[in-house]
DNA sequence: TAACCACTCTGGAATGATTCCATTTTATTT
DNA sequence: AAATAAAATGGAATCATTCCAGAGTGGTTA
């Protein structure tokens, strides 16, 4: 299911141009996907496949890609987003030394002590943030 | 508990120097602490207190302060940091139209249902990272 | 209480990720 | 092949933050 013909197709479905530079960024989105590549690495391995490509062209191109829900975008704080093609639940485990990102099934216990045997992955630190919106903007919304 | 005095001592205590500038951002500190102020509105507010304090001085401090365990740093995608002299365990609801940040006890239930009930904050969005060690660098460091 | 020095502060430059924008290019339609 | 709306380009701008080298200052000590 993350193959490249389905997030072409997917293109065509919602009238999006073919254009290399979408099909280089695909190409190095599916390559690289255990990494959950950042714009820089999707710019330089997309750069090998397409003769020209730039990194403003990337950038908007993720964005476009993960507001039409064809790749998740994932937002660190001070740190590059990165990109993952794989659009089921789950938790992402950030390592605090080598900076890697694993996923981890949300179906499975959260707690930490689970995690650990699970995955060897120890949880030192958990963020958790809930958006939406306030009583206030609700109310005013109407 | 949430006093300008308990926070001087602790200064003290780590050894840290009592200056105008640190008096100023703990002043703005805790006056602002509702807003979970960020370094900007630390640094205006200070500038009002303090006759010379320059914004690298407010960036400086309130990093050391986090990293010292004075206060706590909340950290957002593409968005300024904020700060947190509450150091107790809580949630933040952060409202995507006014960007306001709440504060939501983690004792309670986190069922989307449940806190709009309690708090009148609609959940569209949850961002869940576990941050720690994996299994490689724990190996690596021994 | 003066002198000392490690800790602080300063402000301007640098950084890094990202967005903006005016211009050029191109994929697709007719 | 011409037309045109969408896409790509690259350089400048933005924004939060850090870096740095030089100037300043609490607090200890003689």
């Known amino acids: 299911m993350i193959c ?7 293109l065509k479905e919602k ?6 530079q979408r099909l ?15 714009a820089t690495l999707i710019y330089e391995a997309a750069s090998k496949t397409s003769r020209r490509i730039s990194l403003s062209t990337v950038y908007a191109t993720l964005k476009e890609f993960s ?16 990109y993952d093609v794989d659009l089921s639940d ?18 499975a216990s959260l707690e ?20 939406g919106y306030c009583r206030d903007c609700l109310k005013r919304s109407g």
Chains 1, 2 share one sequence.
């Open 67 to 82: 507001e039409n829900g064809l790749i998740r975008q994932l937002e660190f704080d001070r740190m590059e987003n990165r």
């Open 24 to 38: 280089a960024i695909i190409d190095a989105l599916v390559e690289h996907r255990e990494a959950h590549p950042g």
């Open 90 to 107: 789950h938790v992402n485990l950030i390592c605090k030394r080598c900076g890697k990102i694993f996923d981890y099934a949300i179906a």
């Open 15 to 20: 009238g999006f141009k073919i254009t290399p």
């Open 4 to 10: 490249k013909d389905g997030l072409i197709s997917q």
């Open 112 to 131: 930490p002590r689970d995690i650990a045997r699970k995955s060897g992955f120890v949880v030192t630190d958990t963020r958790l943030e809930f958006h």
